[in-house]
């Protein structure tokens, strides 16, 4: 039985290896490749900006060396800050929605986003990693069965591992 039209045998075998990837790492890959992007996308807009600034791309290069290192630590260190306050927005316009918003002062919004952040931030690790662990099982359950085990015996596998990729992933984060 084949899920999702997926034929190749190797396609497969990649599948269950990335799943088990996230499964087991998901919450360092996920602030690493986040890191990342912020740092590669400041080094290039110093690099751009500093280079057609002065007309000179030893000092872009430098500005852009710079700019990478910078954009490692704020995309590291800012990652939880802004999905706590997205999250708190979210949830407080959700729970404002019950209510007649023309009932709801500024403040008390205001507070309730403060709140719902200061929750999510606290939170977010463990939110990030269940998220991961979920999305990774979900892949070995899919590369298994298109590997040719039968869909119960993917599940309970899946589902092993993913009791083991949550253990890991939560002492890590303590």
């Known amino acids: 039985m084949s899920l999702y039209f997926i034929t190749d045998p190797y396609l497969s075998a990649v599948i ?83 209510v007649n918003p023309r009932d709801v002062s500024q403040i008390l919004y205001l507070v309730l986003v403060i709140l719902f952040a200061s929750i999510i931030y606290v939170v977010s690790n463990y939110l990030i990693a269940l998220a991961l662990v979920i999305v990774g099982g979900l892949l070995i359950w899919i590369g298994l069965v298109n590997l040719g085990v039968p869909v119960l015996i993917s599940l309970l596998i899946s589902l092993i591992l993913c009791i083991l990729g949550l253990a890991v992933q939560f002492r890590v984060i303590k």
């Open 16 to 98: 269950v290896i990335i799943g088990l990837i996230l499964v087991l790492l998901g919450l360092k890959i996920a602030k690493i490749i986040i890191s990342l992007s912020a740092g590669l996308l400041l080094a290039y807009l110093s690099f751009i900006y500093i280079e057609r600034s002065t007309s000179s791309a030893f000092l872009g290069i430098i500005a852009a060396i710079i700019g990478l290192l910078i954009g490692l630590l704020l995309g590291y260190l800012l990652f939880r800050l802004a999905l706590a306050v997205i999250g708190g927005v979210f949830l407080t316009d959700l729970l404002i929605r019950y």
